[in-house]
């Protein structure tokens, strides 16, 4: 099955919150991923804020047509998983 995105939403600096067309929902941060000159303007929260989904390739888009593939962004950890995971172990 090929996912796409049907909804974005800039919700901080690096993240977005996203909806599927299987109806899934989550929140990314993309932080971590915006190396190379593609998108190196995306580290810039202002220019990060203004993702939107292109219709075509229905997914997140940014001006300088950066984007992510919709089943990366999919499979991504959310931000509380990636928060459980770096979150210290009680003693």
Not at 40 to 67: K, Q
């Amino acid at each position: 099955m090929i996912i796409h995105v049907t909804r974005v939403k800039v919700v901080g600096p690096h993240s977005l919150e996203l909806e599927f067309d299987n109806g899934t929902r989550k929140r990314v941060n993309l932080r971590r991923e915006l190396y190379g000159p593609i998108f190196e303007p995306l580290r810039d929260p202002a220019y990060f804020a203004r993702a939107y989904l292109d219709p075509d390739s229905r997914t997140v888009t940014w001006p300088n047509r950066a984007d992510f593939a919709p089943d990366f962004l999919y499979k991504m950890e959310t931000e509380a998983q990636s928060a459980e995971l770096t979150m210290p172990l009680p003693s």
